[in-house]
T-cell receptor, first 114, second 114 residues
Framework: KAGVTQTPRYLIKTRGQQVTLSCSPI?????VSWYQQTPGQGLQFLFE???????NKGNFPGRFSGRQFSNSRSEMNVSTLELGDSALYLC?????????????FGPGTRLLVL | TQLLEQSPQFLSIQEGENLTVYCNSS?????LQWYRQEPGEGPVLLVT?????EVKKLKRLTFQFGDARKDSSLHITAAQPGDTGLYLC??????????????FGAGTQVVVTP
């Protein structure tokens, strides 16, 4: 099976712009979670989608949003970018929500905001 | 604020030595996971521990979950250069606010030199 893919791998934006990142989960997986990783804060949970519905949300401002499509692919959007949004954005897929959850991470999208 | 405290932050050892990484919290978790992350890649799951007091062994790696399900440790015996990486622990929340969410520690950077 192919792993989790994320596009693009690298992105440079300027303050005030918006950005959309994409994640394709492992085939058959229906849950997709998004995380932000920075040197100062480490890995922080953004949100989780399952069956096109947001099931869980972290403590991030409303500028961060996401969605999931019927094929389980997911996108996250960040509007009005700030310098502090520079980070590695990771997506993780899981078969479902129940039981012990095994997360498979993608390689991430590295976003630099200038 | 990191709810999961990892120590040490950095560990540099010679090949063949042993090492232990600790993950501590005041919160109880339904499960705890350990990951290893290498540069340019997403974290890769090593193990999930669920039961208080549980010990799991994977070749040279031994994982322990505290009796109260608040802390965990990772012990590597006879470390090899291939063990080099960022080790992350992640606890799955049980409280109303944290239900189902994974909280990550800041990570321990391990460097094993030949």
């Amino acid at each position: 099976k192919a792993g989790v893919t994320q596009t693009p791998r690298y992105l440079i934006k300027t303050r005030g712009q918006q950005v959309t990142l994409s994640c394709s989960p492992i085939s058959g997986h229906r849950s997709v979670s998004w995380y932000q990783q920075t040197p100062g804060q480490g890995l922080q949970f953004l949100f989780e989608y399952f069956s096109e519905t947001q099931r869980n949300k972290g403590n991030f401002p409303g500028r961060f949003s996401g969605r999931q499509f019927s094929n389980s692919r997911s996108e996250m959007n960040v509007s009005t970018l700030e310098l502090g949004d520079s980070a590695l954005y990771l997506c993780a897929s899981s078969p479902g929500l129940a039981g012990v959850k095994t997360q498979y991470f993608g390689p991430g999208t590295r976003l630099l905001v200038l | 604020t990191q709810l999961l405290e990892q120590s040490p932050q950095f560990l540099s050892i010679q090949e063949g030595e042993n090492l232990t990484v600790y993950c501590n919290s005041s919160s109880v978790f339904s499960s705890l996971q350990w990951y290893r992350q290498e540069p340019g890649e997403g974290p890769v799951l090593l193990v999930t521990v669920v039961t208080g007091g549980e010990v799991k062994k994977l070749k040279r790696l031994t994982f322990q979950f505290g009796d109260a399900r608040k802390d965990s440790s990772l012990h590597i015996t006879a470390a090899q250069p291939g063990d080099t990486g960022l080790y992350l622990c992640a606890g799955r929340g049980l409280t109303t606010d944290s239900w189902g969410k994974f909280q990550f520690g800041a990570g321990t950077q391990v460097v094993v030199t030949p």
